[in-house]
């Protein structure tokens, strides 16, 4: 028991490290300025921030009808689907992301917790499952042994033991 509550402890505690390291990363890219990348030849056209909003509007049209309709109607659902999270968190004040990112991640955390019972249900389930060979040939014997059994049925019943269910054959 003390050593499935230290498997406990170190998960938290790696669950911690790594939000504790996503949001310090997080927080650092916000500080690292942003390059202009306009003059690299390298970066595609399709991703440059230096576009006008026409430009990207012509742009996205021209990506767009290149799409099968059905696949351009499930991007259109979900460009409906994120606009309103996107417009909603443009409400929040610029320091809240952080906050955000780390309750996000500690959510994610406590659900980790149910991980050890989760595999203590598999593990069992597994034992349970080993058992079914044994079963299966358990079964094998037994009709084995039933048609035996309604095989002489036919000659002691006469015509009402050829149509019971379990006979093999019907003559």
Not at 87 to 94: A, E, I, L, R, V
Not at 114 to 129: A, I, N
Not at 156 to 161: F, P, S, V, Y
């Amino acid at each position: 028991m003390a050593r499935v509550e230290a498997q406990r402890q170190r998960r938290r505690l790696g669950a911690l490290s790594l939000a504790c390291g996503l949001l310090l990363g997080a927080l650092a890219w916000s500080v690292i300025p942003s390059f202009s990348r306009a003059e690299d030849p390298h970066r595609p056209q399709a991703f440059s921030t230096a576009m006008t909003p026409d430009e990207r509007a012509a742009q996205r049209a021209q990506l767009l009808a290149m799409l099968p309709a059905d696949k351009r109607g499930q991007l259109e659902s979900f460009e409906r689907e994120v606009a309103w999270p996107t417009g909603y968190m443009q409400t929040w004040d610029p320091g809240q992301a952080g906050a955000v990112v780390a309750l996000m991640l500690f959510k994610m955390s406590q659900s980790m917790d149910t991980m050890p019972s989760m595999e203590q249900l598999m593990r069992t389930m597994s034992g349970q499952m080993g058992a079914l060979p044994a079963i299966v040939a358990e079964l094998a014997a037994i009709n084995a042994k039933m048609n035996v059994i309604t095989a002489t049925m036919d000659s002691t019943m006469g015509r009402a033991g050829r149509m019971m269910p379990w006979m093999p054959f019907s003559p």
